[in-house]
């Protein structure tokens, strides 16, 4: 069974993180030059919450207030689940998946070492899945 560090390992340990003291704009535009969905809200090298794009959607758009002047520390997130990079890939889609979020903090030793999303959970269950099928396939042709 696949575990977290797996994820870790393949896109790496690159935390994109902006203060709570940010603007809502800023972020937004660090999340659109980077391409990402999330960044990491970080008190100096304290993890405080992730911002995402759904934050900005339901948080700012439909409340009517302004980019511009509303601080990520006013709409992100702080209540969300972390896990291990022990846990496994099939734990961590479940968790997601029934607590409805798409970005998850994995912690090591009590320090933020990354950040997983639901896309990079289903694309490594893909992966997986594409290996055991290779595997077989392999074992098949091997004994005909």
Same mark, same amino acid.
Request: proline share 3%.
């Given at each position: 069974?696949?575990?977290? *560090?797996?994820? =870790?390992?393949? @896109?790496?340990?690159?935390?994109? $993180?902006? $203060? ?18 999330? +960044? +990491? ?21 439909? @409340? ?10 006013? =709409?992100? $997130? ?32 009590? @320090? ?9 959970? +289903? ?11 290779? %595997?077989?396939?392999?074992? =098949? %042709? *091997?004994?005909?």
């Amino acid at each position: 069974m696949k575990t977290v *560090s797996t994820i =870790i390992e393949h @896109k790496g340990k690159n935390i994109v $993180s902006v $203060s709570p003291d940010t603007v809502v704009i800023d972020a937004l535009q660090i999340m659109a030059e980077k391409n990402i969905g999330s +960044v +990491v809200v970080m008190q100096g090298d304290k993890y405080v919450g992730i911002m995402t794009e759904r934050d900005y959607s339901r948080k700012v758009i439909l @409340k009517g207030k302004n980019s511009t002047t509303t601080r990520v520390s006013e =709409i992100m $997130s702080m209540d969300l689940p972390f896990v291990l990079p022990t846990d496994t890939i099939e734990y961590c889609m479940e968790l997601m998946t029934a607590r409805n979020i798409r970005y998850m903090p994995v912690f090591e030793n009590t @320090k933020l070492s990354g950040i997983i999303s639901m896309t990079d959970v +289903v694309r490594e269950t893909i992966l997986s899945q594409r290996e055991t099928i290779s %595997h077989l396939e392999s074992y =098949i %042709h *091997s004994n005909v």
